[in-house]
């Protein structure tokens, strides 16, 4: 079955930096577009961020754009999201997610999704 996996979370100081990864597996990866979304504790998982298949276009959330960047590499089957500017509103569990629609995956629908990686950012 397919696996998303992600790596990279952990503590960081408000204004420091992350970069979280997304190893997929069992997956055409280069025929799925690929998301990253996240859930504060006592929020709904929220779109974050995603990117094309081909990787040509990507989207963000307004609340992160200018200070998220998200990438991907089809040979290594992955995809990563940079978390610059770190704000404390950014603590969250953060999920990486495959679909084969970038749309979908900006209203929140995905096929696959990840267990999840913890952002917590101190202020």
């Known amino acids: 079955q397919v696996q998303l996996v992600e790596s990279g979370g952990g503590l960081v100081q408000a204004g420091g930096s992350l970069k979280l990864s997304c190893a997929a597996s069992?997956?055409?990866?280069?025929?799925?577009?690929m998301g990253w979304f996240r859930q504060a504790p006592g929020k709904e998982r929220e779109f974050v961020a995603a990117i094309t298949w081909l990787g040509d276009s990507t989207y963000y959330a307004d609340s992160v754009k200018g200070r998220f960047t998200i990438s991907r590499d089809n040979a290594k089957n992955a995809v990563y999201l940079q978390i610059d500017s770190l704000k404390p509103e950014d603590t969250a569990v953060y999920y990486c997610?495959?679909?084969?629609?970038?749309?979908?995956?900006?209203?929140?629908?995905?096929?696959?999704w990840g267990q999840g990686t913890q952002v917590t950012v101190s202020s």
């Open positions: 069992r997956l055409p990866f280069g025929s799925y577009a």
């Open positions: 997610a495959a679909d084969q629609s970038s749309a979908r995956l900006r209203r929140g629908l995905y096929a696959y």
